[in-house]
């Protein structure tokens, strides 16, 4: 069986999830980790198991024999962090938001396709079963024609000023946080909307909640709240001209996927819990991709990844809301 060396940058939350997900892949070697200090480093290897560690990215991508990366590191480091490992004839799952902006998805990813290697925005929501079994009941036309999509994503999370979340300087705010999902779902299930109207509340440089409707000119529209200052139950309802779905709760992650005619009856009901901790599905994505030489994944397209990101530009410009050094 082809086996392939994953490398690991930035050892924060979402790196320790993510390895308890890799180490349970039989096609993963759990090569190298990346820290900014050798002591990070070390303990996270230990943890899990890699073979080498790094207290340096850079180190990390020159000398390690990691043949896909994946990058966990706040959003305005992500360019940097790609850069560096497609330099080095990398290929790599980098995570979501995938930069902080258009300008720069558009340039790493041409950068990508010039060295000719795999690279993949991960958005394991598009990866996962229930997510799978919508898009086979939209397209097999048991809601009909999409009109109305509600999706939110807010959860109520204490101002921390050290947090990447609320820090500008490191591409924080809940758009690019947690907004990509529902816009990311949207776009999957509408393409670019004709009008976007949308607020946000400013605080400490970035968007402490927004909302977000996009209409369509055949009448369509979603409407999406996004936030880090109330809890929602951030659920999903895509509901056409013959019923609607309902993902929750938590859509992006769900374990069911509800289908219901258009009178409220439940037509169909898609139970399926992970069998690790759900980034199991994204990993098998990678290696299935890098299995039959594919350079980019059919279901996380990079014109997908740069859409999302083109609107998540025009709401921010709406807001007049500048991250980093932009
Ligand atoms: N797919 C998902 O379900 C999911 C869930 C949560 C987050 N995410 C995404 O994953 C990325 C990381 O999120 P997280 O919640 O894991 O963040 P986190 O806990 O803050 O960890 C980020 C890590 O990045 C490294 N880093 C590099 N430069 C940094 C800087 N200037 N400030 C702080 N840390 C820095 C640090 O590792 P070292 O100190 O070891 O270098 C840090 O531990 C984000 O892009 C986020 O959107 C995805």
Same mark, same amino acid.
């Given at each position: 069986?082809?086996?392939?060396?994953?490398?690991?940058?930035?050892? +924060?939350?979402?790196? =320790?999830?993510?390895?308890?997900?890799?180490?349970?892949?039989?096609?993963?070697?759990?090569?190298? @980790?990346?820290?900014?200090?050798?002591?990070?480093?070390?303990?996270?290897?230990?943890?899990?198991?890699?073979?080498?560690?790094?207290?340096?990215?850079? #180190?990390?991508?020159?000398?390690?024999?990691?043949?896909?990366?994946?990058?966990?590191?706040? $959003?305005?480091?992500?360019?940097?962090?790609?850069?560096?490992?497609?330099?080095?004839?990398?290929?790599?799952?980098?995570?979501?938001?995938?930069?902080?902006?258009?300008?720069?998805?558009?340039?790493?990813?041409?950068?990508? &396709?010039?060295?000719?290697?795999?690279?993949?925005?991960?958005?394991?929501?598009?990866?996962?079963? !229930?997510?799978?079994?919508? &898009?086979?009941?939209?397209?097999?036309?048991?809601?009909?024609?999409?009109? %109305?999509?509600?999706?939110?994503?807010?959860?109520?999370?204490? %101002?921390?000023?050290?947090?990447?979340?609320?820090?500008?300087?490191?591409? +924080? +705010?809940?758009?690019?946080?947690?907004?990509?999902?529902?816009?990311?779902?949207?776009?999957?299930?509408? /393409?670019?909307?004709? #009008?976007?109207?949308?607020?946000? =509340?400013? $605080?400490?440089?970035?968007?402490?909640?927004?909302? *977000?409707?996009?209409? %369509?000119?055949?009448?369509?529209?979603?409407?999406?709240?996004?936030?880090?200052?109330?809890?929602?139950?951030?659920?999903?309802?895509?509901? /056409?001209?013959? /019923?609607? *779905?309902?993902?929750?709760?938590?859509?992006?992650?769900?374990?069911?996927?509800?289908?219901?005619?258009?009178?409220?009856?439940?037509?169909?009901?898609? @139970?399926?819990?992970?069998?690790?901790?759900?980034?199991?599905?994204?990993?098998?994505? !990678? =290696?299935?991709?890098?299995? !039959?030489?594919?350079?980019?994944?059919?279901?996380?397209? =990079?014109?997908?990844?740069?859409? !999302?990101?083109?609107?998540?530009?025009?709401?921010?410009?709406?807001?007049?809301? &500048?991250?980093?050094?932009?």
């Amino acid at each position: 069986m082809q086996k392939y060396k994953w490398g690991v940058i930035g050892t +924060g939350k979402i790196a =320790h999830t993510f390895a308890a997900a890799l180490k349970h892949s039989e096609k993963a070697e759990l090569c190298a @980790v990346a820290s900014r200090t050798d002591e990070r480093a070390k303990k996270f290897a230990e943890e899990f198991g890699f073979s080498e560690y790094y207290g340096s990215y850079r #180190e990390f991508a020159e000398k390690s024999d990691a043949e896909i990366v994946y990058i966990a590191t706040p $959003m305005a480091s992500h360019f940097d962090d790609a850069w560096l490992c497609l330099e080095n004839g990398k290929n790599v799952l980098c995570e979501k938001s995938l930069t902080i902006n258009s300008a720069q998805t558009k340039k790493l990813l041409a950068f990508a &396709k010039e060295k000719d290697l795999f690279f993949m925005e991960a958005m394991w929501m598009k990866c996962r079963p !229930v997510y799978k079994k919508m &898009k086979e009941w939209i397209a097999a036309g048991l809601i009909g024609d999409i009109e %109305y999509i509600k999706v939110d994503f807010s959860n109520f999370i204490p %101002y921390d000023p050290n947090d990447r979340l609320f820090r500008a300087d490191c591409g +924080g +705010g809940c758009l690019l946080d947690l907004g990509i999902y529902p816009i990311t779902l949207t776009h999957d299930l509408l /393409g670019m909307p004709d #009008e976007i109207i949308s607020s946000a =509340h400013m $605080m400490y440089g970035i968007d402490m909640s927004n909302t *977000i409707i996009f209409r %369509y000119k055949n009448g369509a529209f979603s409407s999406m709240d996004n936030g880090f200052e109330i809890q929602l139950r951030n659920n999903a309802v895509i509901s /056409g001209t013959k /019923g609607f *779905i309902t993902l929750g709760n938590w859509f992006h992650c769900t374990h069911e996927g509800i289908l219901y005619d258009r009178s409220g009856k439940e037509a169909e009901r898609f @139970v399926r819990k992970d069998d690790i901790n759900g980034y199991e599905y994204e990993i098998a994505e !990678v =290696h299935g991709c890098l299995d !039959v030489g594919l350079k980019e994944s059919p279901l996380v397209p =990079h014109s997908d990844t740069i859409a !999302v990101m083109e609107l998540m530009d025009q709401c921010r410009a709406q807001w007049g809301m &500048k991250l980093a050094n932009e």
